[in-house]
C-alpha cells in the first residue's frame, strides 16, 4: 500500500483503528511512514505516546473532550474534523493553539459531514473558519463507506471515482482563496483495489492491514491475505445437525456477516492452523449464529468427526477492525504476545 501511495504521489497517512497496536505501528514507521489517522482522542493519545507526531483524528470533533485536544496540540501535529456550521467558532474559543481543520464532507456514505450538493452551507462554514485565528483550513475529508455495499469492484471504483470528483469542485471552488486545499479519503476497498487514484491528495485506509470476510466477499482480497483469525474453544457438539459451539459470540466478533449466495448470514469462516499459515477448510465450514458468549459453527459431515470438543478452532472474522478492538489482544503465529491499546498495557 505504501509503495501504491508513492507511485501516485497521494499522502499517506493510514488509519491505526483496526489494528490499535504500537507493535503493529512499528511496522509502518519501518515503512518510512511519520503522519497517521486515529478514530478518537484517546487513540491519539495512545499513539502520540509512541512517539507518533502527525496525528489526523478523523471523527467529528468532540468539544468535551477540548482539555485532552489542547493537551495533544502542545505536543503534536493534529488535525481535527468538523461536520457543522457554529462548531469552528466554539472550537477556536476553547483552544489554546492553532490547530488544522478538516471539513468533513458526505459524498453519498450519509452517515455524517455535510452533503457536497449543500454549497451554501460549505460557503458558511469556511466564511466562518477563515475568521478565526485558531483555525487553519486544510481541506475536505470523505469516508467512501459506500463502497461496503457495492457488488463488484467495478461499483466500487465507480464510488471512487465518483466522491473524487464531487470533491474536486469544491476544492476547485475554493482554490482562488485557498490554493493549498487537499483532498483526503479513507475506504479500503477503493484504495486496496482502484488502480487509479488520481484526484485524492491524502489517503486514510486501514481495515488493508488485516483484511476480513467483508472485504474478501467484496472481492477487494483473497482469503490468504485475511491476517487475523479468531481462537475459540470447542465446548459442545450437536450431532445430529453437525454443528460445534463455540465460546465466541457477539461480544468476539460483534454481530456483522455477509451473506452467502443463499442469503445464509455468516459471521466468520473456518480455517486451519498450519505451521506458520492457515488453511480454508471451505465455504460449508462456516459461523452461523451467534449470541453474547456463544458461537454456533455449521460443518460438514467430515470437519464435524475430526473436531473435538476442548479443542481450540480458528475463526476468520467478518470485520477485523470490530473483532480486533473487541478481543483487544494478539498472539502472533510465532507464540509472541503483540500489543494493544487496551489489552496489553
Request: hydrophobic residues 40%; charged residues 25%; proline residues 3%.
Amino acid at each position: 500500500m505504501t509503495e501504491k501511495m508513492e507511485r501516485q504521489k497521494i499522502t499517506f497517512r493510514p488509519h491505526f483503528k483496526t489494528h490499535q497496536s504500537a507493535q503493529v505501528g512499528s511496522w509502518f514507521k519501518n515503512a518510512g511512514l511519520r503522519a497517521i489517522t486515529v478514530s478518537s482522542v484517546k487513540m491519539a493519545e495512545y499513539f502520540a505516546g509512541q512517539g507518533w507526531k502527525d496525528i489526523t483524528i478523523a471523527f467529528p470533533v468532540n468539544l468535551r473532550e477540548i482539555q485532552k485536544i489542547n493537551a495533544l496540540a502542545e505536543k503534536i501535529n493534529l488535525e481535527l474534523v468538523i461536520a457543522d456550521p457554529g462548531v469552528p467558532t466554539k472550537l477556536n474559543i476553547l483552544l489554546s493553539k492553532p490547530v488544522n481543520i478538516w471539513i468533513k464532507a458526505d459524498t453519498g456514505h450519509h452517515r455524517s459531514g455535510i452533503p457536497v450538493e449543500e454549497t451554501e452551507t460549505y460557503e458558511k462554514i469556511i466564511k466562518e473558519i477563515d475568521s478565526l485565528e485558531n483555525l487553519n483550513l486544510k481541506g475536505f475529508l470523505s469516508h467512501t463507506g459506500n463502497t461496503y455495499q457495492a457488488g463488484s469492484v467495478e461499483e466500487i471504483e465507480e464510488l471512487h471515482t465518483d466522491a473524487v470528483q464531487k470533491l474536486k469542485v469544491l476544492k476547485n471552488k475554493y482554490a482562488t482563496l485557498h490554493p493549498n486545499l487537499q483532498i483526503s479519503l479513507g475506504d479500503t476497498p477503493s484504495f486496496a483495489s482502484v488502480k487509479d487514484l488520481s484526484g485524492a491528495d491524502e489517503a486514510r485506509p486501514g481495515n488493508f492491514v488485516f483484511f476480513d470476510l467483508m472485504q474478501y466477499h467484496l472481492g477487494v482480497c483473497s482469503l490468504s491475505q485475511i491476517a487475523v483469525a479468531v481462537a475459540c474453544p470447542v465446548v459442545s457438539k450437536k450431532k445430529k445437525e453437525k454443528q460445534i459451539i463455540v465460546h465466541g459470540g457477539a461480544i468476539h466478533f460483534s454481530r456483522e456477516f455477509v451473506l452467502d449466495n443463499n442469503q445464509q448470514k455468516i459471521y466468520g469462516r473456518l480455517v486451519e492452523l498450519k505451521e506458520k499459515t492457515w488453511i480454508d477448510t471451505g465455504e460449508e465450514n462456516i459461523l452461523i449464529g451467534l449470541s453474547q458468549e456463544h458461537g454456533t459453527i455449521q460443518l460438514n459431515e467430515e470437519q464435524f468427526e475430526k473436531t473435538n470438543i476442548g479443542e481450540l478452532v480458528y475463526i476468520l472474522p467478518v470485520h477485523s477492525c470490530l473483532t480486533a478492538n473487541l478481543m483487544k489482544e494478539y498472539l502472533s503465529l510465532e507464540g509472541n504476545k503483540i500489543d494493544h491499546m487496551e489489552g496489553a498495557f
